[in-house]
């Protein structure tokens, strides 16, 4: 395919959902992959001689895949190889043994657009599955991530790393949650309260008491990533993942602490060069 065959409006008319690959290189000796996704949208700029693509990783497969499938006497991790499977996704799945969804009898069976279901497509089904097992869900490139958070050496950084930095302190945030369940197999009420002072209530039907303190331990780690949140913008860094921890220094405050960094948006242009918007969350 020639040069001009491959900028030609024609060209872009054609792609359509396309799956494709962005890499970048800071040192021009080796690329590092940033994104693999798959286009959404294709706008074309007849006067400005202009194509912008717009597109998701490949969790957008997932997002658009609508489920009315009960995975009967399945736990999680089962639910999640299947998913991955389904969508040609590596599946890097921690196994799990309990098996989800309502209880009936000695029946265990989830029905993900059942009565009184909220969950949709594939990837609410997963999510609702990784709240309570408080796992953390992800799709990078191909592999589909479902299992515990991993918390790597932190990366050390100073107001010096930064080109903007901003920290907003939440300062009326509840400390406390407390998880309510009536099991009609078991007819009993579960129950589980985490964390002091201002609390909220989470009322859902036929957990168990595992459940129950599950849930109430992934609220509570919820409602603390927004206790202090840092935003950041710095020269941009391909190593730089989601899920890192990164180590606050030379503020002489109690902000000098450890973030998990929950979101990186990269962008590259003529004015500002390589620069990356890094928001994170303290560590409480």
């Known amino acids: 395919m020639g040069v001009a065959e491959f900028t030609s409006v024609a060209y872009f008319v054609k792609l359509g959902n396309q799956t494709i690959t962005i890499d970048v290189t800071l040192n021009g000796f080796g690329f590092t992959n940033l994104l693999i996704g798959q286009i959404d949208n294709?706008?074309?700029?007849?006067?400005?001689?202009?194509?912008?693509?717009?597109?998701?990783?490949?969790?957008?497969?997932?997002?658009?895949?609508?489920?009315?499938?009960?995975?009967?006497?399945?736990?999680?991790?089962?639910?999640?190889?299947?998913?991955?499977?389904?969508?040609?996704?590596?599946?890097?799945?921690?196994?799990?043994?309990?098996?989800?969804?309502?209880?009936?009898?000695?029946?265990?069976?989830?029905?993900?657009?059942?009565?009184?279901?909220?969950?949709?497509?594939?990837?609410?089904?997963?999510?609702?599955?990784?709240?309570?097992?408080?796992?953390?869900?992800?799709?990078?490139?191909?592999?589909?991530?479902?299992?515990?958070?991993?918390?790597?050496?932190?990366?050390?950084?100073?107001?010096?790393?930064?080109?903007?930095?901003?920290?907003?302190?939440?300062?009326?945030?509840?400390?406390?949650?407390?998880?309510?369940?009536?099991?009609?197999?078991?007819?009993?009420?579960?129950?589980q309260s985490e964390g002091t002072g201002l609390t909220t209530t989470i009322i859902r039907p036929n957990l168990t008491q595992v459940q129950v303190e599950q849930i109430a331990a992934g609220h509570l780690a919820v409602l603390s990533q927004h206790g202090t949140v840092l935003i950041g913008t710095m020269p941009a860094d391909v190593a730089m993942v989601p899920g890192m921890q990164m180590s606050l220094a030379g503020t002489n405050s109690d902000l000098d602490q450890n973030y998990i960094i929950a979101k990186i948006s990269r962008m590259l242009d003529a004015r500002s060069g390589f620069v990356q918007t890094v928001r994170a969350y303290a560590i409480s």
Request: zero cysteines; aromatic letters at 6%; proline letters at 4%.
């Open 42 to 191: 294709v706008r074309i700029d007849i006067l400005a001689n202009t194509a912008t693509l717009t597109g998701r990783d490949l969790s957008a497969r997932l997002i658009d895949a609508e489920s009315s499938e009960t995975f009967v006497n399945h736990t999680a991790s089962q639910i999640a190889e299947v998913i991955a499977s389904r969508h040609q996704l590596t599946a890097n799945v921690t196994v799990t043994t309990t098996p989800v969804g309502q209880y009936y009898e000695l029946d265990h069976a989830r029905s993900t657009l059942g009565v009184n279901s909220r969950t949709t497509t594939e990837w609410n089904l997963l999510s609702s599955l990784a709240q309570v097992e408080n796992f953390e869900l992800s799709v990078v490139g191909t592999v589909l991530n479902f299992g515990p958070p991993v918390l790597s050496m932190p990366v050390f950084v100073g107001p010096g790393s930064f080109i903007e930095l901003t920290l907003d302190i939440a300062t009326n945030l509840p400390g406390g949650t407390i998880v309510k369940s009536w099991n009609s197999r078991n007819k009993a009420v579960f129950s």
